[in-house]
């Protein structure tokens, strides 16, 4: 685990099933802080991007109604026992995380 | 003398004032990636416009959309989508009754399958839309998810 991202990846009869979940706060925006009773500023992660040896596979663009600490599964065809899985987002105030994972 | 110098500074000047601008532009391109007006959209046709220029859907069977029948938890929704076609671009979840509908929008790259699975927040009871574009239309199923105010999960 890197910088709060789980990632897993296991293959079965040529079909790998990619399971992911990030650290992230996930706020849209229109969620009010009690205290100051202005609203919390919207912070979301907006894509996530998955390279399987390198090739992106899959893309997930993200809206703010997307859970706090996103999941992510997808399936894709191709991939090998050892192939390397990479994920890095992005959010909406430019910061980003990356992980990577072997497929088992 | 002086003068030629003056100007060979100006047009070396206005050289780098044109390679900044155009340093500029390229993390502005590579931004654009996330479809910002999609995401905005108040409504389900309009996320669909920006997304995929048609609301024409089809809406025989092809998709499957897994979801709750009642959300135990409004913030944690899980839904997946299942589509058994050749050429799928992309699979997008829409909550109809969201302040912005367009939830969550995935690109496949080669050799990805018809399949996603993630969790969405619901403002209120819904229909969720999954719409899969596939050889330049669009495929679509829908599941009312209820939710239920004051959280007695029932």
């Known amino acids: 685990m890197a910088d709060g991202i789980l990632i897993r990846s296991k293959i079965s009869n040529d079909v790998t ?35 399987h040896n390198g090739k992106v596979v899959f893309t997930a ?34 910061k980003n995380a990356s992980s990577e994972d072997t497929i088992r | 003398m002086k003068r030629r110098l003056f100007l060979k500074g100006t047009l070396a000047g206005g050289a780098i004032a044109i390679a900044a601008s155009a340093g ?27 997304i995929a220029g048609t609301t024409t859907t089809d809406s ?48 496949l790259g080669a050799g990805a399958l018809g399949f996603v699975s993630t969790r969405v927040k619901m403002a209120k009871t819904s229909n969720v839309i999954a719409v899969v574009k596939a050889n330049g239309k669009l495929y679509s199923a829908q599941k009312e998810v209820k939710v239920t105010v004051g959280g007695c999960g029932g």
């Open chain 2, 60 to 107: 025989s069977g092809k998709v499957k959309i897994n979801a709750p029948e009642i959300a135990e938890v409004a913030s944690e929704v899980r839904i997946t989508v299942d589509a058994d076609m050749d050429g799928i671009d992309s699979i997008s979840i829409i909550v109809e009754k969201n302040p912005s509908p367009l939830t969550a929008h995935f690109e």
């Open chain 1, 17 to 51: 099933l990619v399971r992911s979940s990030m650290k992230h706060p996930m706020e849209t925006g229109q969620r009010k802080d009690k205290k100051t009773g202005k609203n919390i500023p919207a912070h979301f992660i907006q894509i996530a991007t998955f390279e």
């Open chain 2, 24 to 50: 500029l532009l390229i993390p502005r391109t590579v931004m654009a990636a996330w479809p910002k007006s999609a995401f905005e959209s108040k409504n389900v046709n309009d996320a669909l416009n920006a």
């Open chain 1, 61 to 94: 663009n993200l809206g703010p109604a997307v859970s706090k600490n996103p999941y992510i599964s997808f399936k894709f065809k191709g991939g090998k026992k050892g192939d390397t899985i990479k994920m890095n987002w992005v959010d909406n105030k430019g």
